[in-house]
């Protein structure tokens, strides 16, 4: 189990997030038009997932439009915003903010994601939801950058999970 904190207050997670230098825990997600996908639809390219509690926060709206304006100068490069969000919430939003280059994908169906990353929080009012974080995952599937933000109230490290994709 992982400790954050939201506001101050504790929260706890399933576990922790996988270790830098291990495979990457395949997964399986909801795209926007409901499709599945798993880690081996992006075999090949690196991978930087962001993580997060629900599309209609300040903090998570934020993250995702700073990932997809830095998104567009990263070659063979996906960003996957992950959140347990239907995925007609997260068509609304990208609309909405004319975001385009970052994938959202949705953990709603079974919460396999947030298990298999040990992301989902089991206590307090937003149990079930994902805790902020960021997996860097090289084209080979090894891991190479993790961050659970210590505060879920704030922005990921972006510049440390860029400099790990670029140096890793």
Do not use: W
Request: charged share 25%; aromatic share 8%.
């Amino acid at each position: 189990m992982a400790t954050v904190t939201g506001k101050g207050q504790p929260m706890n997670t399933l576990g922790n997030l996988p270790e830098v230098g291990s495979n990457a825990p395949d997964f399986q997600l909801t795209r926007l038009d409901f499709s599945d996908v798993t880690l081996e639809d992006f075999k090949g390219k690196k991978i930087i997932m962001n993580i997060f509690p629900s599309i209609d926060t300040s903090t998570c709206a934020t993250s995702v439009r700073k990932f997809n304006e830095e998104a567009a100068a990263l070659e063979d490069t996906v960003v996957l915003c992950i959140s347990k969000d239907l995925p007609h919430a997260q068509r609304r939003f990208c609309g909405a903010e004319g975001i385009n280059n970052v994938i959202p994908l949705s953990d709603f169906r079974d919460g396999n994601f947030g298990r298999a990353y040990e992301v989902t929080f089991t206590d307090t009012a937003i149990r079930g939801l994902l805790s902020r974080s960021v997996v860097v995952i090289d084209e080979k599937g090894k891991v190479i950058y993790t961050e659970q933000v210590a505060d879920t109230s704030n922005e990921p490290d972006y510049k440390a999970a860029l400099e790990a994709l670029q140096n890793g």
